[in-house]
T-cell receptor, first 118, second 113 residues
């Protein structure tokens, strides 16, 4: 149980275009999803917290107009990188939290999406 | 400032050696503590977690961790590592009442067969 999927797993796009990454909780409902960015050989940096039906909360230094997050349902959140540039190339990981119960504070992670902007 | 420190960035061990990975945190108030593992090419998986109660927690694959409140530490241990334990290990902290994690920088473990 508690499986999180991401699509696509890899994407290459040209500079100036936009890319959408999907994050789905497959067998549970998640009121909260998180989006992280992982640089090579570094830790996960939280970009934003996404709550179903409300606006995402962005961490300091993250451009909300560049990284658009939509959490349309309890099982789907999307991250759109708008007008992508080479410096946006990174590994993007989402996670989801189970609603209620003792596992409320536990996050389940997706496999990540490797974005390369050329 | 809230932070998590993992002192060992790279660790190389031979099979059957004992493992201890350090994790110290700076966080005001009650905390929830986690260790995640990321095998090559795979997503993060939860090894173990501490919310409350017995400060010695046991996780999957023979791992355990001890929460020492006075030292703000949550070190990960395994008595005898295997080649398959080669992975990156992340310590994470969240405050009670908040769902956000703060991750440490990770420790890359390589186990030699």
């Amino acid at each position: 149980g508690a499986v999180v999927s991401q699509h696509p797993s890899r994407v290459i796009c040209k500079s100036g275009t936009s890319v959408k990454i999907e994050c789905r909780s497959l067998d549970f409902q998640a009121t909260t999803m998180f989006w992280y960015r992982q640089f090579p050989k570094q830790s996960l940096m939280l970009m934003a917290t996404s709550n179903e039906g409300s606006k995402a909360t962005y961490e300091q230094g993250v451009e909300k107009d560049k990284f658009l997050i939509n959490h349309a349902s309890l099982t789907l959140s999307t991250l759109t990188v708008t007008s992508a540039h080479p410096e946006d190339s990174s590994f993007y990981i989402c996670s989801a939290q189970v609603v209620g119960g003792r596992t409320t504070y536990e996050q389940y992670f997706g496999p990540g999406t490797r974005l390369t902007v050329t | 400032a809230q932070s998590v420190s993992q002192h060992n960035h790279h660790v190389i061990l031979s099979e059957a050696a004992s493992l201890e990975l350090g994790c110290n945190y700076s966080y005001g108030g009650t905390v929830n503590l986690f260790w995640y593992v990321q095998y090559p090419g795979q997503h993060l998986q939860l090894l173990l977690k501490y919310f409350s109660g017995d400060p010695l927690v046991k996780g999957i694959k023979g791992f355990e961790a001890e929460f020492i409140k006075s030292k703000f530490s949550f070190n990960l241990r395994k008595p005898s590592v295997q080649w398959s334990d080669t992975a990156e290990y992340f310590c994470a902290v969240s405050g009670s009442g908040t769902y956000k994690y703060i991750f440490g920088t990770g420790t890359r473990l390589k186990v030699l067969a």
